[in-house]
């Protein structure tokens, strides 16, 4: 992968466009959380309803700090989730209330996963912020795990594919709920 394939995903997030890219498991799908027509956009090609809400994706905790109440944490839980931190781990966590429904969906709390892959990093600090993460399928299909895959699932629906490898990984991220610590699905 390229610089240049990074600055080309980068140019068609910053235009609202929708891509797919290499995570730890699975092709994911993401575009500019703070864009609801790019998120409306994600949500009609994947098939997927507003209510389930989305996961952030970032290069680093920092980038989340927008979106999140902390204080609304009990006390010591931020201790583990960082600890968890980069790494295939999603933490469900209290939203700031100006985060939207679009990404929210009918919770008051947000999905959030600092990433270990390589490629997510890169995408996101040249990002400058987060993106939407959800695996690059059909709601209810398999998710892609190579580019060829993806292509051949969402086709020209898609903005840009970049070109990339996943880590490897079987399942997609644990994800847990950042009050209570419970696995909401297991990895």
Same mark, same amino acid.
């Given at each position: 992968?390229?610089?240049?394939?990074?600055?080309?995903?980068?140019?068609?997030?910053?235009?609202?466009?929708?891509?797919?890219?290499?995570?730890?498991? #699975?092709?994911?799908?993401?575009?500019?959380? /703070?864009?609801?027509? &790019?998120?409306? %956009?994600? +949500?009609?090609?994947?098939?997927?309803?507003?209510?389930?809400?989305?996961?952030?994706?970032?290069?680093?905790?920092?980038?989340?700090?927008?979106?999140?109440?902390?204080?609304?944490?009990?006390?010591?839980?931020?201790?583990?989730?960082?600890?968890?931190?980069?790494?295939?781990?999603?933490?469900?966590?209290?939203?700031?209330?100006?985060?939207?429904?679009?990404?929210?969906?009918?919770?008051?709390?947000?999905?959030?996963? #600092?990433?270990?892959?390589?490629?997510?990093? /890169?995408?996101?600090? &040249?990002?400058? %912020?987060? +993106?939407?993460?959800?695996?690059?399928?059909?709601?209810?299909?398999?998710?892609?795990?190579?580019?060829?895959?993806?292509?051949?699932?969402?086709?020209?629906?898609?903005?840009?594919?970049?070109?990339?490898?996943?880590?490897?990984?079987?399942?997609?991220?644990?994800?847990?709920?950042?009050?209570?610590?419970?696995?909401?699905?297991?990895?």
């Amino acid at each position: 992968m390229t610089n240049q394939a990074i600055l080309t995903a980068v140019s068609h997030l910053e235009q609202g466009g929708v891509i797919a890219y290499a995570t730890e498991a #699975v092709f994911g799908l993401g575009c500019d959380p /703070d864009n609801q027509e &790019a998120v409306n %956009r994600l +949500l009609a090609i994947k098939q997927r309803p507003v209510e389930k809400g989305l996961i952030l994706i970032a290069a680093d905790f920092s980038q989340l700090l927008p979106y999140l109440e902390l204080d609304a944490l009990p006390e010591g839980r931020l201790a583990d989730i960082l600890a968890s931190w980069p790494g295939p781990n999603t933490w469900v966590m209290p939203a700031k209330p100006e985060v939207p429904a679009w990404l929210r969906g009918q919770f008051d709390s947000l999905a959030v996963r #600092v990433s270990a892959h390589p490629q997510v990093r /890169d995408l996101c600090l &040249a990002f400058g %912020r987060p +993106l939407v993460s959800t695996s690059a399928n059909l709601t209810g299909q398999e998710p892609g795990r190579t580019s060829a895959e993806v292509l051949a699932q969402l086709g020209q629906r898609l903005d840009y594919v970049l070109e990339g490898s996943t880590g490897g990984r079987a399942n997609p991220s644990l994800i847990r709920d950042a009050r209570t610590g419970a696995v909401i699905r297991p990895a």
